[in-house]
């Protein structure tokens, strides 16, 4: 059971200094880089004196960006809403607005929309340009019933409304994963989750807490197959969340290649009726992978 998920990701860098723990693209980041990047977020958001239970909105896609924002938030002791940039500007301002936030932390790509933001936004990258004084993160202990963060339904019935998630509970959701899925540092995560949803936050946070290494898949990869699966091969993954929907694409597109896949040893599907027939194939072509 994770005690604290901050200082468990911080002993994975003691253990794992220099271990990848992200990939993005061709982008490359070990353990001792994304401390001290999200550090620095940590000391701009106390500098500003945002702290415990506040919210700091991330307006951002997917990306080492993101994973960077979110550690930084939790360092700081404060609460992130996630909201991907396909959201409607209208709406991610109401949500940022009925959730309080004191901040939005943005990237190059959500800059103009950013701006309609009406409270304190910055960019990530500027944050990032900070002097790397060193920092030391003091919060030893966060109350379970303290808020982590805050996530949006999808408004389809009317006004989206927001879900708050204290610690205790993503603590406990972080836990089962890394048992269920036997999270180690030798495992291999693919994150393909939207930040908006709740998918994506044991994507992000599990994996670290044990040392293992993130695959972030951009959005175009997502988009194309071939692309997904290259990325799933090259990379060696071999914990993958997906719909049935998609996974029923990948099975098809995997057919006469499945032997390239034989790292993939989890296999989870989420989100929609998982049909035995799907079961039936996807065992067919990956008869070693256990499917959740």
Not at 37 to 53: F, P, Q, R
Not at 159 to 174: F, Q, T
Not at 189 to 209: E, G, K, Y
């Amino acid at each position: 059971m994770i005690e604290n998920v901050i200082q468990s990701i911080r002993d994975s860098v003691k253990k794992y200094p220099d271990k990848i723990a992200l990939v993005n693209g061709e982008l490359k980041f070990s353990y001792t880089e994304i401390e001290v990047m999200s550090n620095k977020v940590c000391k701009y958001l106390t500098d500003k004196s945002i702290g415990k239970e506040q919210v700091v909105a991330i307006y951002m896609d997917r990306s080492y960006l993101s994973v960077i924002s979110v550690l930084g938030i939790l360092k700081a002791g404060a609460a992130f809403l996630p909201i991907d940039t396909k959201t409607p500007i209208k709406r991610a301002i109401f949500m940022a607005k009925i959730s309080n936030a004191k901040c939005v932390i943005r990237d190059n790509e959500s800059t103009e929309d950013a701006e309609d933001f009406t409270i304190s936004n910055a960019n990530i990258h500027d944050i990032l340009m900070l002097s790397e004084e060193e920092f030391c993160y003091m919060n030893k202990t966060i109350d379970d019933d303290l808020l982590a963060y805050i996530l949006f339904t999808s408004g389809s019935t009317g006004l989206p409304k927001g879900a708050m998630i204290e610690h205790g509970g993503m603590k406990n959701h972080l836990s089962e994963k890394i048992r269920l899925l036997n999270l180690s540092n030798e495992s291999v995560v693919a994150h393909n989750a939207s930040i908006s949803f709740d998918v994506s936050v044991w994507q992000m946070l599990a994996p670290l807490c044990v040392g293992a290494t993130i695959i972030i898949y951009p959005e175009e990869s997502i988009l194309n197959i071939k692309s997904f699966l290259n990325i799933l091969y090259d990379n060696k993954v071999n914990v993958l969340e997906v719909v049935p929907t998609y996974l029923s694409l990948l099975i098809s597109e995997m057919k006469n290649h499945s032997y390239y896949y034989k790292d993939l040893k989890y296999l989870i599907s989420t989100g929609e009726v998982l049909t035995k027939s799907l079961v039936d194939r996807c065992f067919d072509i990956l008869p070693d992978v256990i499917l959740l």
